[in-house]
């Protein structure tokens, strides 16, 4: 006859079991270099992915309204701010895949930064207008900027500022939040009509400001921004009649190659190429259709392009050298952002009406991999975390 045998362990022994199954239950430590979340705008939700293998990871739920958003990172690139088209701001862990915090700051938010030392979030507001600061461990608010006007073209800037457009006034402003609970401000007023977006270049040098109610930029040089706006490409497009604009253009450090910067001409099919060291114009692209994006593949040999309803099934590869489109791609139905990875290698392209995120190998164009997505938007990776103005 077998007798079941019983297992007595004194409390040592107990502890030690437990201790070895807790580690035997721990997951594998892993960075976060190769991290990024896809938001799924229909759904309220992020996909969080990784590129080495070229997967999903899982999802987060309960973002609000993200119609419109995006997304900076933590300094470690463990956490992602996401800002929400709803006035939410919310800290998603990337490597619990859960919410952190979230608060609703405001009734209508366009964007955010994140200050260089990693310590302040900023975020820009369409309703009531304004930025807020928070405290970027707790979301704890620290201030509020008023501005009477729409925000547009947030950036973060060295010296832990903050600069941006106001939409209806016509003005940039730049916000040193060194003292977060008493940001200083500088105001730069006559800047040109309705600036709709802004950039700073990733030297964090100069801010640019594009111009909706009239063709041209504004440029502040960061270093001297007492000497006020300077006005380049104006009039880029007289004697032109534009066409209806489907979608507004977007701007961000991504569009310098080297010496040159490209950016999408409103209204028009072209790529303008500006010349960052005389502030000129140094030529013109035609393109496929009216540009939304133009982002320049690391290396800076290359600059890819997606555009506007009606011909937003397309994405355009531009050489840099030779100034002229050298690629054409069809990854899919309406095509909303591209992002590459950091040395360049892969490009990750959002497909909403396909509902698929495609990676393309950027040597060869060949299709790498497809995941399904939920009305993908935008595509955002943790190597953003390191540069300035993203």
Known sequence: MNLPVILVLKPVAIAALALGLAACAT???????????????????????????????????????????????????????????????????LLGARIE?????????????????????????????????FDARTLEPLAEVPTGSKVVGIADAPGNRFVFSLFEAGEIWIVDASDPRKPLVKKIAGVGK????????????????????????????????????????????????????????????????????????????EVLVLDSVTWTEAGRIAVHGQPVFAIAQPGARRVWVNFAFPNNGVVQVIDVADMKVVRELQPGRAVLHLEF??????????????????????????????????????????????????
């Open 27 to 93: 997951p594998e430590p892993r960075g976060t270099g190769d991290l990024g979340l896809v938001v799924e705008r229909a759904a309220g939700r992020v996909m969080l992915i990784e590129t080495s293998g070229r997967t999903a990871l899982g999802r987060v739920e309960g973002l609000g309204d993200l119609s419109h958003a995006a997304a900076v990172f933590s300094r470690d690139g463990r956490y992602a701010y996401v800002f929400g088209r709803d006035g939410g701001l919310t800290k998603v862990d």
């Open 101 to 133: 915090r979230r608060v609703i700051q405001a009734g209508n938010s366009i964007g955010g930064a994140i200050s260089q030392d990693g310590r302040i979030v900023a975020v820009a507001n369409y309703t009531p207008g304004g930025i807020r600061l």
């Open 194 to 269: 309705q600036p709709y977006d802004g950039f700073i270049t990733p030297n964090g040098r100069h801010y640019i400001a594009g111009l909706f109610g009239e063709d041209g930029l504004a440029l502040v040089d960061m270093w001297n921004p007492e000497a006020g706006a300077r006005r380049i490409l104006g009039g880029y497009g007289r004697g032109e009649e534009p066409l209806p604009v489907y979608k507004m253009p977007h701007l961000r450090g991504w569009a310098v190659a080297g010496r040159y910067i490209f950016l999408p001409a409103i209204g028009r099919h």
């Open 341 to 390: 990875t950091p040395r360049g290698e892969q490009a990750w392209i959002s497909s909403r009406d396909d509902g698929a995120v495609v990676v393309v190998d950027t040597s060869n164009y060949a299709e790498l991999a497809r995941l399904p997505t939920a009305s993908p938007s935008g595509i955002f990776l943790t190597s953003r975390g390191a540069m300035t103005g993203f």
